[in-house]
């Protein structure tokens, strides 16, 4: 019998996790009557999480605006991902194929990232964190192409207003990217000696589709987003908001959110759906986007007195 076993990159995720699923809790109690003028630490706090059109009713002074980013520079965030997992995915490439080993600083770092906490009964060391190179480079590959098709929706097809996000937003989701990277690297098997083709498994297939079945109704969900301030000919007519319908809108108001958490089950379950890393992505991504539609939804019924009351915040008949 052994003992669960987790590494420093699994804490990690379960901090971030635990952090955003407080912010959910602090944010749904604090929706009674608040003079945040008399509460600077949530004043504070509302200022931290908020961005974009849920920030516009926040009354904040100059100090706190010296803060703010545009929040057009969302694109950076895919620039930094695209760049760092190209680089990244051409070790991996090489070593699924090749052969050739991580350079020693990338097998450093992954090592320290993997180090167990927790040990077996027999005081050896698990390794069930770890997945076939083949799976692991699947998943790879696919964030790759999330972060370049987020990216060229972000250049070419979403209309950004002159909405702001914290700096501390800015930093963070520029870090979490590049950890994404080295926590996929971290969950491969390097030592394997397993025959690539026969680490095909039925996973990987279940895993793709659902993938591009939710790439696909998240593209919708922001076009429709986009068009809303849009001609029929593409060009940008205003930067009102207006009550978005088509595909998803229909059943939640921030159908892309849900679609994105979609995207990280599907990678996953390519990972085989047993990996604890990756799981505790997904628990961070959950939290991470009920906390983004919560708050969108607390604007549309502000905005709104027609928004449609059986619409959900985040996961259809749930949330």
């Known amino acids: ?24 809790c602090i944010f749904k109690l604090s929706r009674a009557k608040v003079n945040y003028s008399n509460s600077k630490i ?19 002074g100059a100090l706190l605006r010296l803060f703010d980013v545009p929040k057009r ?36 770092l992954s090592s320290a990232l993997t180090n167990f906490c927790v040990q077996h009964e027999n005081g050896k060391y698990n390794n069930n964190i770890r997945c076939n190179q083949l799976s ?39 870090a979490y990217y590049v950890l994404l990277g080295l926590t996929v690297i971290s969950t491969s098997s ?33 076009t429709i987003l986009a068009n809303l301030r849009k001609e029929n000919n593409g ?20 159908p892309h959110y849900f679609a994105e958490l979609l995207i990280y089950i599907s990678l996953s379950l390519t990972l085989g759906g047993w990996n604890l890393t990756w799981w505790l992505v997904v628990l961070y991504v959950l939290f991470n986007q009920a906390l983004a539609a919560a708050l969108c939804q607390e ?12 619409r959900r915040a985040f996961i259809p008949y749930l949330l």
């Open 1 to 24: 019998m052994s003992f669960t076993c987790w590494a420093f990159i699994d804490f990690i995720w379960l901090f971030l996790a635990l952090a955003f699923a407080f912010s959910v």
């Open 42 to 60: 949530l004043y504070i706090f509302e200022d931290l999480i908020r961005y974009g059109k849920t920030k516009n009713d926040l009354r904040r």
């Open 73 to 108: 520079w969302f694109f950076h965030f895919y620039i930094v991902s695209v760049i760092w997992n190209s680089f990244l995915i051409r070790y991996h490439i090489n070593a699924v194929f090749f052969g050739v080993r991580y350079p020693i600083w990338l097998s450093d």
């Open 136 to 174: 692991v480079l699947l998943i790879h590959l696919l964030l790759w192409a999330h972060s370049v098709r987020r990216l060229y929706e972000c250049l070419f097809i979403s209309v950004f207003s002159d909405g702001v996000l914290h700096i501390v937003q800015y930093c963070f989701g520029l």
């Open 190 to 222: 390097i030592s394997s000696t397993e025959n690539r083709y026969a680490q095909i498994h039925f996973s990987h297939f279940l895993g793709i589709a659902m993938f591009i079945w939710a790439s696909v109704h998240q593209n919708r969900c922001l």
């Open 299 to 310: 604007f549309y019924h502000k905005k709104f007195d027609s928004y449609p009351k059986c």
């Open 235 to 254: 060009k940008v007519i205003n930067m009102q908001h207006s009550i978005p319908v088509g595909d998803w809108f229909g059943l939640i108001s921030s």
